[in-house]
């Protein structure tokens, strides 16, 4: 072997450090918890096991037929290229319709609507279109998983308020207030909230907005599960409070949780211009359009809007009867306060008096009576255990059984 080739082998077989190949983004970033306790409980199933999952974020139901058809037949009409980065015409023209008519808009002016490839995406476009190094991002605790993986990645520093179930899981303004920096540029609102269930009243939501107009701070109003509502609770949306509200808050939806789409990968934001622009730019550098196709079964979702609601107001009467259901089994169990959530999919009980952490709380209860529950660790909240009632009565019945039993043991 002559020198050159020796040389070439000694320096290509340096062992390489595979963590230095990782960004800080990648170093920092947590996976979604909740994904992974689905995962693992699917993994148990697949295994042979018979899981109670209550692990699940999503709705049990297929999507609306009608739904499925327009999606369907735009791609049996060749809906098949690049559409523009905001989303297809029609359906921001639609949804600039319908947030007009829900006071979101002042005018109907679908530039300021922004279809992304789901709600996700659109509360992580809203985040890094405003907030950077330097810039403080409040956060109520229980959170959505996300919101602070999402404000680390965009170089800006999550802050947390927190709401336990004494106060039915809703920081106040005045909390808020106290917890303001002259960095803070932005509070993120979850109403209903994912993992509690809990609504914000008018009340309560006009006096955080009120704080953010007198002192200079934007509102992102994750609004994912606006129609999923019981009791004859009402869903309020800040950017509906008057004009400087509209330029304020950003608000997000989509289509997953209400229409059982969460595969279609869907989702919408509505800001004032200067934001919803600069959101389509970042869009169109990174993922471009949502799925075309996709896109149109949402229209038919938004034009045939009695229609939808009419699957959303069946898939209600479900949820709803599940929801009674688990909360009447938890408030049952001795060592165990449940609140009665109005909206979502969640409830959130307290298990805090049995001592264990919640992660351990949740492992146990996976390994021991198989049912998969998400640890109110991931959410910000220790103490507390997230279950989704989006699954079976039988799940709920036999689950609610095998919880007994555990908290019995400890
Ligand atoms: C599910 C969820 C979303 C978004 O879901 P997509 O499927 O990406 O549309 C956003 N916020 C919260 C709180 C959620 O639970």
């Given at each position: 072997?002559?020198?050159?080739?020796?040389?070439f082998l000694?320096?290509?077989?340096?062992?390489?450090?595979?963590?230095?190949?990782?960004?800080?983004?990648?170093?920092?970033?947590?996976?979604?918890?909740?994904l992974a306790?689905?995962?693992?409980?699917?993994?148990?199933k697949?295994?042979g096991?018979d899981?109670?999952g209550?692990?699940?974020?999503?709705?049990?139901?297929?999507t609306?037929?009608f739904?499925?058809?327009a999606?369907a037949?735009?791609?049996?009409?060749?809906?098949?290229k690049?559409?523009?980065a905001g989303?297809?015409?029609?359906?921001?023209?639609?949804?600039?319709?319908?947030?007009?008519d829900?006071g979101?808009?002042?005018?109907?002016?679908?530039?300021?609507?922004?279809?992304s490839p789901?709600?996700?995406?659109?509360?992580?476009l809203?985040?890094?279109a405003?907030?950077?190094?330097g810039?403080?991002?409040?956060?109520?605790?229980?959170?959505?998983?996300s919101?602070?993986?999402?404000?680390?990645?965009?170089g800006?520093t999550?802050?947390?308020v927190?709401?336990?179930?004494d106060?039915?899981?809703?920081?106040?303004?005045?909390?808020?207030?106290e917890?303001?920096?002259?960095?803070?540029?932005?509070?993120?609102?979850?109403?209903?909230s994912?993992?509690?269930g809990?609504?914000?009243?008018?009340?309560?939501?006009?006096?955080?907005?009120?704080?953010?107009c007198?002192?200079d701070?934007?509102?992102?109003s994750?609004?994912i599960?606006e129609?999923?509502l019981?009791?004859g609770?009402e869903h309020?949306r800040?950017?509906?409070?008057?004009?400087?509200?509209r330029?304020?808050?950003?608000?997000?939806?989509?289509?997953?949780?209400?229409?059982?789409?969460?595969g279609w990968?869907?989702?919408?934001?509505?800001?004032?211009?200067?934001?919803a622009?600069?959101?389509?730019?970042?869009?169109s550098?990174?993922t471009?359009?949502?799925?075309?196709f996709a896109?149109?079964?949402a229209?038919a979702?938004?034009?045939?809007?009695?229609?939808?609601?009419?699957a959303?107001?069946?898939?209600?009467?479900?949820?709803?009867?599940?929801?009674?259901?688990l909360?009447e089994?938890l408030?049952?169990i001795?060592?165990?306060?449940c609140?009665r959530?109005?909206g979502?999919?969640?409830?959130?009980?307290?298990?805090?008096?049995?001592?264990l952490?919640?992660?351990?709380?949740?492992?146990?209860?996976?390994?021991e009576?198989?049912?998969?529950?998400?640890?109110?660790?991931?959410f910000?909240a220790?103490?507390?255990?997230?279950l989704?009632?989006?699954?079976?009565?039988d799940?709920?019945?036999?689950?609610?059984?095998?919880?007994?039993?555990?908290c019995?043991?400890?």
């Amino acid at each position: 072997m002559d020198l050159k080739r020796i040389i070439f082998l000694l320096i290509t077989n340096i062992p390489m450090n595979l963590e230095n190949m990782l960004s800080p983004w990648a170093k920092n970033v947590s996976p979604s918890p909740t994904l992974a306790v689905d995962a693992k409980a699917k993994e148990l199933k697949a295994a042979g096991e018979d899981v109670c999952g209550f692990g699940a974020g999503e709705p049990d139901f297929d999507t609306p037929s009608f739904i499925k058809e327009a999606g369907a037949k735009a791609l049996a009409e060749g809906m098949t290229k690049y559409a523009p980065a905001g989303g297809i015409p029609a359906l921001r023209n639609a949804l600039a319709q319908q947030y007009h008519d829900l006071g979101v808009l002042k005018e109907v002016n679908p530039a300021q609507i922004v279809v992304s490839p789901g709600g996700k995406y659109s509360c992580y476009l809203a985040i890094l279109a405003t907030c950077g190094p330097g810039d403080e991002v409040l956060i109520p605790a229980p959170y959505w998983v996300s919101y602070p993986e999402m404000v680390k990645l965009a170089g800006a520093t999550p802050k947390f308020v927190f709401a336990g179930d004494d106060q039915g899981f809703k920081v106040s303004a005045q909390q808020i207030k106290e917890a303001l920096s002259p960095q803070t540029k932005l509070v993120i609102l979850n109403s209903p909230s994912n993992p509690t269930g809990c609504l914000y009243s008018q009340a309560e939501m006009e006096e955080i907005v009120a704080l953010a107009c007198s002192k200079d701070f934007l509102l992102m109003s994750d609004e994912i599960y606006e129609y999923l509502l019981y009791d004859g609770a009402e869903h309020y949306r800040p950017a509906s409070f008057g004009d400087d509200a509209r330029d304020r808050v950003i608000t997000v939806s989509g289509f997953s949780k209400t229409f059982s789409m969460t595969g279609w990968r869907l989702g919408s934001l509505v800001a004032n211009p200067t934001i919803a622009k600069a959101v389509a730019s970042l869009q169109s550098q990174t993922t471009s359009n949502a799925t075309t196709f996709a896109q149109y079964g949402a229209l038919a979702a938004v034009e045939n809007w009695e229609k939808a609601m009419e699957a959303v107001t069946e898939m209600l009467v479900h949820f709803d009867r599940r929801r009674l259901k688990l909360l009447e089994g938890l408030q049952g169990i001795d060592g165990v306060s449940c609140l009665r959530a109005q909206g979502a999919f969640y409830l959130f009980p307290n298990v805090s008096s049995f001592g264990l952490s919640s992660e351990e709380f949740s492992a146990r209860l996976l390994e021991e009576e198989k049912v998969a529950a998400v640890s109110g660790h991931a959410f910000g909240a220790d103490g507390y255990v997230r279950l989704s009632y989006a699954t079976s009565d039988d799940i709920i019945e036999k689950g609610l059984t095998r919880i007994k039993s555990f908290c019995e043991r400890l």
